[in-house]
């Protein structure tokens, strides 16, 4: 079946960086535009970044921009988001998105979600 | 940016009746409109799509409308598996999509 599962949350220090995975299966990866979208703790839905299917362009939201990179592995199915530069308001739920089942761009698959928490 | 601004933040409904769910834009998203459903520890699911369309395997008391700014989601007759928080998003205004801050649907 259509799955996203993503990995690589965790604690870092303020500053520090991570990278994030999602592991696409059930549907042609290298077919479709990959997003990022995040959750604060008790807040709503914030677009992160997005990626088109090969790779070509890539998008990011303001809050984001100049620290944070999606990329993917077409080969591999996985796509990433690396974050630098981390600040404590990045602090979040981090799910990978797309649209692959209905013909629309609504994300109509989402990962489980993996949780980064900056803290010192 | 396109700000998409739901109300109430907060519904109280008793099981068997009916929800009315509200998002306005900023400024027209044509029917380029998704609304979508999140339970606590789980991801989103993706409800509408197109304003009005229902996604794959969303049950039928589940209905949107709408087009330009003003958008209405509809749950007609409330099951237990149906409170939970319901967020709207834009994609007209590629590359950025926006979300509304959420509409929880409580049990009255």
């Known amino acids: 079946q259509v799955q996203l599962v993503e990995s690589g949350g965790g604690v870092v220090q303020p500053g520090g960086s991570l990278r994030l995975s999602c592991a696409a299966s059930?549907?042609?990866?290298?077919?479709?535009?990959m997003h990022w979208v995040r959750q604060a703790p008790g807040k709503g839905l914030e677009w992160v970044a997005f990626?088109?299917?090969?790779?070509?362009?890539?998008y990011y939201a303001d809050s984001v921009k100049g620290r944070f990179t999606i990329s993917r592995d077409n080969s591999k199915n996985t796509l990433y988001l690396q974050m630098n530069s981390l600040r404590a308001e990045d602090t979040a739920v981090y799910y990978c998105?797309?649209?692959?089942?209905?013909?629309?761009?609504?994300?109509?698959?989402w990962g489980q979600g993996t949780m980064v928490t900056v803290s010192s | 940016e396109i700000v998409m601004t739901q109300s109430p933040a907060t519904l109280s409904v008793s099981p068997g009746e009916r929800a009315t769910l509200s998002c306005r834009a900023s400024?027209?998203?044509?029917?380029?409109l998704a609304w979508y459903q999140q339970k606590p520890g789980q991801a989103p699911r993706l409800l509408i799509y197109?304003?009005?369309t229902r996604a794959t395997g969303i049950p039928a008391r589940f209905s949107g409308s709408g087009s330009g700014t003003e958008f209405t989601l509809t749950i007609s007759s409330l099951q237990s598996e149906d409170f939970a928080v319901y967020y709207c998003?834009?994609?007209?205004?590629?590359?950025?999509?926006?979300f509304g801050q959420g509409t929880k649907v409580e049990i009255k």
């Open positions: 998105a797309s649209r692959v089942i209905n013909p629309n761009d609504a994300f109509d698959i």
């Open positions: 059930g549907f042609t990866f290298s077919s479709y535009g």
């Open positions: 990626i088109r299917y090969d790779g070509s362009n890539k």
């Open positions: 400024q027209s998203v044509s029917s380029n």
């Open positions: 197109g304003a009005s």
């Open positions: 998003q834009q994609y007209n205004n590629w590359p950025r999509w926006t």
